[in-house]
């Protein structure tokens, strides 16, 4: 079955410093999402994109935040100037008629 | 608002008992609803998904709109089965996924 792969799994950063978070969505799917996951914590939306723009984006996606389609197949999440609240597993997922596949997840941890 | 709810943080059950997971949802129009697990240390799947009533696992979930839920049930749960159980919604376009927060099924030997 085909698989959403993100990279990498396991990402250290010192506060301030910019991160990207990489995902390879499912070829055929249109729709592509992040999400957090603080630890311990539920499963919060970040964003959604759809053909090639922002669709949809929640109260924490803020400047801090963007999101790119560089080349049609990879999606990417830049967090500028990192926080130590942003310490979490971040899930990519894509989707095709309401089923949504998700990542295997990147961990981030910002010291 | 879309909100999503799961009153159970975590859920104890014997080996062989019947295992309910309990969510309720609040929505303008008529979402789409669906189950994701989590295995330990794997990534979130779907489960199923109310437009399919399908039963993956031997799970399966009835969508009451009087009521606004979508229980989660299985007869007999397994040690298997132990894993984050998260509701969710979505729009018709399945766009926006609104999770629960989650409840943590232990099934006991």
């Known amino acids: 079955e085909p698989e959403v792969t993100q990279t990498p799994s396991h990402q250290v950063t010192q506060m301030g410093q910019e991160v990207i978070l990489r995902c390879v969505p499912i070829?055929?799917?249109?729709?592509f999402y992040w999400y957090r996951q603080i630890l311990g914590q539920k499963v919060e939306f970040l964003v959604s994109?759809?053909?090639?723009?922002?669709?949809?984006k929640s109260e924490i996606f803020d400047d801090q935040f963007s999101v790119e389609r560089p080349d049609g197949s990879n999606f990417t999440l830049k967090i500028r100037s990192t926080k130590l609240e942003d310490s979490a597993m971040y899930f990519c997922?894509?989707?095709?008629?309401?089923?949504?596949?998700f990542g295997q997840g990147t961990r981030l941890t910002v010291v | 608002a879309q909100r999503v709810t799961q009153p159970e943080k975590l859920l104890s059950v014997f080996k062989g008992a019947p295992v309910e997971l309990k969510c309720n949802y609040s929505?303008?129009?008529?979402?789409?609803l669906f189950w994701y697990v989590q295995y330990s240390r794997q990534r979130l799947q779907l489960l199923l998904r109310?437009?399919s009533r399908e039963s993956i696992k031997g799970f399966t979930a009835d969508l009451n709109k009087g009521e606004t839920s979508f229980h989660l049930k299985k007869p007999f749960a397994q040690e298997e089965d132990s894993a984050m159980y998260y509701c969710?919604?979505?729009?018709?376009?399945?766009?926006?996924?609104?999770f629960g927060p989650g409840t943590r099924l232990s099934v006991l030997p």
């Open positions: 997922a894509s989707s095709e008629r309401q089923k949504a596949f």
């Open positions: 070829s055929n799917h249109l729709y």
């Open positions: 994109f759809y053909n090639n723009e922002i669709s949809e």
């Open positions: 929505y303008s129009g008529s979402p789409e």
């Open positions: 109310h437009i």
């Open positions: 969710a919604l979505s729009d018709n376009y399945g766009q926006n996924f609104v």
